[in-house]
C-alpha cells in the first residue's frame, strides 16, 4: 500500500499546520490567517503546475473541495483559537469518519488487521477528544461546536479531494485553493481588517504552504491505498498539534485524552499491515 507514508506525512503537515494556525488567530482575525495561508498555497501550486500541466477533469472535484473546504479551515481555526488544541484537533480528526464510510459504501473492503487498526484510530480520536469535567467555559463550549463543524465539513472535502486526485492531485488541490482564495478576499475586504506586520504576515503565509503540502500528500495517498485507511491515517494529525501543544504550550491531557493517544498510534502499523 504506498499511500501510507504519503498519508502519514499528511498527518505531520497538518498537525504542524494546525498548531500554528490556533497560534496566529489567538492574535489575528481567522479570516486573515485562513486567506494568507491559502493564497500562499495556490501561488507555490500554481507555479509547480506550470512545468506539471493542468488536468481538466480534476477542476470540478477540486473547486467543490475548495467551496466546502472553507467552512472547514474556518471552523477549525476558530476552534482552534478558542479552545484547547488538545481537546479541538482530535475532534477535528473525526472528519475520517466521512470518507470512511464513503469509501465503504462504494465497496472498499479493508482486511480484519486493517479493520481493527480502523478501530482503535478512531477509538483513539475519540478518547483524546474527551475534555475533563470542570463545567467548561462559553468559549471552551463553542470551540467544540466549531470543531464538530470542521470535522463535518473537512470529512466532505476529503472525499471531493480524492475524486479529483483519480485524474491529477496536484490539479485538484489547485482548484481548490483557486476556488478558496477569492471567496476569502472578498470577506477579508468586507470585514475591513487591517494586515499586521510583514513577519507575522510571513508567517501566516508558511501556514498555508504547511497545509496545501498536506493536501498534496494526502491527494497522492488516495491513489497509491484505500480511501477508507488512508483517510484514518491522515486523521491522525491531532497526535501532531497535541504534542506540539504540550511541549510548548504547555497544555496537559487527562489519562483518557493519553490513553486515545497511544491508541491512535498502535492503530497505524495495524491499518498499514496486508
Known sequence: MNGIPAALSASVLWGSADFLAGRATRTHP??????????????VLSAILAFHGIDAHALLPGAITGLIGIVGVLALYSALGLGTMSIVAPIGATSAIVPVVWGIAGGERP???QWAGVV???????????????GGSKDAKNAI?????????????LVTLDKAAEHDSLTGVFAA?????????????????????????????????????????FAIATTGG????????????????????????HERLARPQRVGVVLALVGVPLISAG
Open 30 to 43: 481567522v479570516l486573515l490567517v485562513a486567506f494568507l495561508g491559502q493564497a500562499a498555497g495556490l501561488i
Open 111 to 113: 482486511g480484519a488487521l
Open 120 to 134: 482503535l484510530a478512531l477509538t483513539g480520536v475519540i478518547l483524546a477528544a474527551r475534555e475533563p469535567t470542570t
Open 145 to 157: 461546536r466549531l470543531a464538530l463543524l470542521a470535522a463535518l465539513a473537512i470529512g466532505f472535502s
Open 177 to 217: 485553493r483557486a476556488t478558496s482564495v477569492p471567496l476569502l478576499g472578498i470577506a477579508l475586504l468586507a470585514a475591513r481588517v487591517r494586515l499586521p506586520r510583514a513577519k507575522a504576515l510571513a508567517g501566516m503565509g508558511g501556514i498555508g504552504l504547511l497545509d496545501t503540502s498536506a493536501n498534496v500528500a
Open 226 to 249: 484505500l480511501l477508507s485507511l488512508v483517510s484514518v491515517l491522515g486523521g491522525l494529525f491531532p497526535v501532531v498539534t497535541v504534542a506540539l501543544a504540550y511541549a510548548l504550550l
